[in-house]
């Protein structure tokens, strides 16, 4: 089967030089769990240091948006480690992070068969980039930023909401077979 989702927890926005995201209740060792970090207004693109063991997926400076938003994405496997992780950086800047766990995944190496990502702009509607996934029962997840707070508009092929703050959206949805997303 395809992994599944698990649990998610976020951390409001507020200006500052880092933010503490929280460990989902429920996260067990062994769990994937994917973090996103929105930053704005960040002109200078500070170098932003991530937790011990986390590691960088993507990258997405937006600066089509006003003001410029930034969307870093990490992923570490649970393992014992404590309830919080710390990502800082330089400059006092708007921000707000989210963390979500999953199970079932590749025990060991990388659990990720694709990655894609795209930037389209200022809104709600998640806009699912497509990917061809190479091997069976995976899960497709979207991490999606905006500057245009409000509710989140599901991608067509990614209906399941997994967590949401008001910049931050993830959706999920299990693709059985592999092929194109859409």
């Known amino acids: 089967p395809a992994p599944f989702f698990r649990a998610s927890a976020s951390t409001t926005g507020g200006n500052r030089t880092n933010i503490d995201v929280t460990k989902p209740t ?9 973090a996103t970090i929105y930053i704005e207004q960040n002109p200078t693109y500070d170098t932003v240091t991530a937790p011990a063991g986390w590691t960088a997926f993507t990258e997405i400076n937006n600066t089509a948006s006003t003001p410029d ?10 393992s014992s480690e404590g309830a919080s992780f710390n990502w800082s950086w330089t400059a006092s800047v708007y921000c707000e992070g989210s963390i979500s766990s999953f199970y079932g995944a590749a025990s060991s190496g990388n659990p990720f068969n694709i990655e894609g990502a795209s930037n389209t702009g200022d809104d709600t509607t998640a806009e699912a980039t497509s990917v061809t996934t190479t091997v069976a029962n995976t899960l497709i997840i979207g991490l999606y930023t905006t500057f245009a707070s409000g509710s989140w508009a599901p991608a067509y092929t990614l209906p399941t909401q997994a967590a949401n703050s008001s910049v931050i959206g993830t959706f999920y949805a299990a693709k059985l077979s592999p092929g194109a997303t859409g």
Do not use: E, N, S
Not at 26 to 33: A, E, K, L, P, Y
Not at 69 to 78: C, D, G, H, S
């Open 69 to 78: 938003i930034r969307m870093l994405t990490y992923w570490k496997r649970a």
């Open 26 to 34: 429920g996260t067990v060792d062994g769990d994937i769990m994917i």
